[in-house]
């Protein structure tokens, strides 16, 4: 018999979550203006500063028209720069404001406290499984 509560899809959507909110309130707790999705922006380019919306929609797999509102109150917000491609004007790269580049270590230190929360009384080879199950199963579904 089919049960909501026992189904994989809806226990990953509870579970991130629940994630996103605990992300959120650390952030908020600290006083810095950023969101879980607003992390996720700043961590890719925290990995390659100066790319396109295009690319950082992709990498976080979300559709363009909500990155590039993400990114305009990001920018507006001064958490990063956008400057027009060099060869194509039409091409905004995006780069990491001054002061998010200072706040990285703060930044992921937050994200790892959440993990950490998230992963407590789990044993790390069993964490390490789960993360490749739920890759398998992104897998199999895109």
Request: aromatic share 8%.
């Amino acid at each position: 018999m089919y049960k909501l509560d026992d189904s994989l899809g809806y226990k990953l959507f509870q579970s991130s979550r629940v994630m996103t909110n605990r992300l959120n309130h650390y952030f908020r707790l600290k006083g810095y203006p950023i969101t879980h999705e607003q992390w996720q922006v700043l961590s890719r380019l925290y990995d390659r500063d100066g790319q396109t919306q295009q690319s950082l929609a992709v990498l976080n797999e979300r559709d363009e028209p909500s990155v590039s509102r993400l990114v305009a109150n990001m920018e507006r917000n001064g958490l990063i720069v956008r400057k027009s491609h060099k060869t194509d004007k039409r091409i905004n790269l995006v780069y990491l404001s001054e002061e998010s580049k200072q706040r990285k270590d703060v930044y992921t230190e937050i994200a790892r406290r959440t993990i950490a929360d998230a992963s407590a009384g789990i044993d790390p080879e069993e964490f390490e499984r789960t993360l490749r199950i739920l890759d398998q199963i992104r897998r199999n579904l895109s």
